[in-house]
Structure formats: structure tokens, C-alpha cells
């Protein structure tokens, strides 16, 4: 884990860097709490998963697209297979935890 939240929130923005948007368009639906993330050991690529996963949640209750199956599923409205909650686990054996 990175020594401080700063350089957390670096490695949290690279890896952002492999998603469509830049970071700072990501928080324009809502505030992701980066800090929380941090101090519960988060790793900084799940960080950015959650944190997209949140946004995608949002744009689609936004277009009212939001999925109607689970309160908490980031996919769109008819979204095949099971639902998938913004908070879930994104790699076996992390620190990411539902919340």
C-alpha cells in the first residue's frame, strides 16, 4: 500500500487512467469518499473500480435506467445476468469489501 494518501490518490488517478474518462469527470454525478477507501487499506485500482461503478449507478438513476432488481446494482434497467452492487468485492482476496 502506498505510504501516504497522496501518493494513494496518484496510483487511484493512474488507474483511472485506463478508463474513458478522466477522474475529474467521474465526480461530477456525485462525491466518492477516496478518503474512506484509503484509510480502511483499499487498494487503489479497486478504489477506482468502486468509484466508477458508484458514477455508473448514479448516470444511470440520473436517466432513470437504474436497474429495479437490487437497490444497489451499478448496471443498467434489463441487464443481463445477476445484479452487481456498486460495493462488492472486485478481486478475490482484496480489501474491498461490501459497505
Not at 484509503?38 to 448516470?59: M, S
Not at 438513476?61 to 441487464?79: F, T
Request: proline content about 4%.
Amino acid at each position: 500500500m502506498a505510504e501516504s494518501y497522496e501518493e494513494w490518490m496518484k496510483e487511484v488517478r493512474a488507474a483511472f487512467g485506463s478508463l474513458v474518462m478522466p477522474m475529474s469527470d467521474w465526480h461530477v454525478l456525485g462525491a466518492f469518499d477516496y478518503r474512506r477507501e484509503y484509510d480502511a487499506g483499499v487498494k487503489p485500482g479497486d478504489a477506482a473500480t468502486k468509484a466508477n461503478r458508484q458514477w455508473w449507478h448514479e448516470w444511470n438513476k440520473s436517466l432513470k435506467q437504474d436497474c429495479h432488481q437490487s437497490n444497489d446494482c451499478w448496471l443498467p434497467r434489463g441487464h443481463e445476468g445477476q445484479c452487481q452492487a456498486v460495493a462488492e468485492r472486485t478481486h478475490p482476496g482484496n480489501n474491498a469489501v461490501a459497505s
